[in-house]
């Protein structure tokens, strides 16, 4: 079935610092997703890559999709508190199935 | 807009307790998703419909849980017995591609379920 693994599990950085969370799948990817979710919330979606080498922007966070599409990455530039969250891939297989999550910590 | 509309918030059952949870979709969107979030990990898809018809119901665990969206729009999420492994967060979301382009999942609040 459908194998999809993100790291780091946690990060956490000082704020200013740059942040990376990578998503990679066993097989390859007709798309993929990324959510995020603060604490004690809900998943909210940010973007879809649909096109091998894809790079998308939303101000300061750049998201990469694999030339390969078997892995996608969302960068953060100079993180700020308001970034603390968890975040989610989620690619579509038989199914949709979301990643493992990397939960990031924002220190003041 | 009202997004996705969720009750109860929480709810604490004993266990072998039933329980149930209700999902209003955004309007006009034709997919509703059932997921359960357990702590510290990833949503897990339960079920899908489209329109009143599932799709996918292959992780529903179906000895226990049921679910029905009879006229394509709210939907209903039983659980009977609860089990304390039941005891999670669990997520409505709703889509529509043909609104988006993408088929963007939003969702709600969720249901935090306890079983003691």
């Known amino acids: 079935g459908q194998q999809v693994m993100q790291i780091p599990q946690y990060q956490h950085v000082q704020e200013g610092e740059d942040f990376t969370t990578y998503c990679n799948s066993s097989?390859?990817?007709?798309?993929i997703q990324w959510y995020k979710q603060r604490p004690g919330g809900h998943p909210v979606f940010l973007i879809q890559?649909?096109?091998?080498?894809e790079v998308k922007k939303q101000k300061r966070l750049t998201f990469q999709f694999g030339e390969a599409k078997k892995n996608s990455s969302l960068h953060i530039t100079a993180t700020q508190t308001t970034d603390v969250g968890t975040y989610f891939c989620?690619?579509?297989?038989?199914?949709?199935?979301f990643g493992t999550g990397t939960s990031l910590t924002v220190i003041p | 807009e009202a997004g996705v509309v969720q009750s109860p918030r929480y709810k604490i059952i004993e266990k072998k307790q039933p329980v149930a949870f209700w999902c209003n979709p955004i309007?006009?969107?034709?997919?509703l998703y059932w997921y359960r979030q357990n702590l510290g990990q990833g949503p897990e898809l339960l079920i899908r419909?489209?329109?009143?018809?599932?799709?996918?119901d292959s992780q529903l665990p179906k000895d226990r849980f049921s679910a029905e969206r009879l006229k394509g729009v709210d939907s209903t999420l039983k659980i009977q017995p609860a089990e304390l492994g039941d005891s999670a967060v669990y997520l409505c979301?709703?889509?529509?591609?043909?609104?988006?382009?993408?088929?963007?999942?939003?969702f709600g609040p969720g249901t935090r379920l306890l079983v003691l």
């Open positions: 979301a709703s889509s529509s591609y043909l609104l988006a382009g993408v088929e963007t999942q939003y």
């Open positions: 419909y489209e329109n009143e018809e599932a799709v996918d």
């Open positions: 890559l649909v096109k091998s080498g």
């Open positions: 989620g690619v579509t297989g038989n199914q949709f199935y």
């Open positions: 309007s006009g969107h034709n997919t």
């Open positions: 097989t390859t990817l007709s798309n």
